[in-house]
């Protein structure tokens, strides 16, 4: 599944992402190796690309393979703050947040037919609301806000400064766009998040 995920992510961006000579994707890699290396994980295959596109946006997949778009380095703005993206997105592959997330999906699904089997109705409890808005939803926030503080934990043992993570999440709020209420989002809203990496810097330093 990772090979696939990997696969098809180069065939939508290929012609967009950047040599690794690119001062852009050299900024990137030399950010990500810093984290790598206090990370437990050295020995993962790890590859960081820079996709030219306008999104402020980053992802992680499985297997240790990081992409950032060229929109969000206006966000990031210097190197501390280049390592609360990638600290967040290196976290989620720590924490194994994809592995989890497709367990909980078979969960899920295995209490579904279970209660087929018994001869009870499902749809009030697995309709599309109740699965995607009471359950998934909520379950990817969590993922979020852990690979939020791991995140932190990271940058704090990188030498970057955990304050900076604050900042990039009052820029991106600032940069505006469109936005939606953190319950019908797999994200926390940058208002929320920003209070809860208030608080948890405050532990760190």
């Not at 590859?47 to 206006?74: C, D, M, Q, W, Y």
């Not at 947040?97 to 579904?112: D, G, N, P």
Request: with cysteine.
């Amino acid at each position: 599944m990772a090979k696939q995920a990997y696969n098809e992510v180069m065939h939508t961006y290929g012609h967009r992402i950047l040599p690794h000579n690119h001062p852009y994707t050299a900024f990137v890699a030399r950010v990500g190796r810093r984290l790598v290396q206090v990370s437990g994980m050295k020995d993962m295959q790890w590859e960081f690309h820079v996709i030219n596109s306008p999104e402020r946006n980053a992802f992680v997949l499985p297997g240790g393979k990081v992409f950032v778009f060229t929109g969000i380095l206006p966000i990031v703005q210097n190197d501390d703050g280049m390592a609360a993206v990638l600290g967040h997105e290196i976290s989620h592959q720590l924490a194994r947040h994809s592995a989890e997330k497709l367990s909980f999906a078979k969960l899920l699904y295995v209490i579904r037919i279970r209660l087929l089997l018994l001869g009870i109705d499902t749809s009030v409890f697995f309709n599309r609301f109740t699965t995607e808005f009471l359950m998934m939803m909520p379950f990817s926030r969590k993922c979020e806000t852990e690979a939020d503080a791991i995140g932190l934990q990271l940058m704090a043992q990188a030498c970057f400064d955990p304050n900076e993570a604050i900042n990039v999440w009052r820029r991106m709020e600032s940069a505006g766009g469109a936005s939606v209420p953190q319950f019908a989002s797999t994200h926390p809203s940058h208002k929320n998040r920003i209070q809860y990496l208030q608080k948890e810097v405050s532990g760190i330093i």
